[in-house]
């Protein structure tokens, strides 16, 4: 039987965070054609917020990604080297 894969947290994150960015956008824009008034500050600020800290976890995340398949291919490598020796 599958287990299933759980998130860890900050895969947890970056979904909570793509979906506030767009329900933000989808009501600001709305709220902007309703009353004529632009929020501009308050969506540089919030775009901001999360875009940076989207930007941080994605970092984080390939770095990780990468140094694991790093670690994988060493020990690899070590053990067909043990193997043939």
Do not use: P
């Amino acid at each position: 039987m599958r287990r299933k894969k759980r998130l860890n947290k900050l895969d947890k994150y970056i979904i909570f965070s793509l979906i506030f960015l767009v329900v933000y956008t989808i009501i600001e824009q709305y709220l902007t054609v309703k009353t004529g008034f632009e929020r501009s500050t308050l969506s540089t600020c919030v775009h901001s917020t999360f875009g940076g800290e989207l930007l941080g976890c994605v970092i984080l995340k390939v770095a990780n990604i990468r140094h694991e398949d790093d670690i994988k291919h060493i020990y690899l490598d070590e053990g067909e080297d043990e193997g043939n020796g």
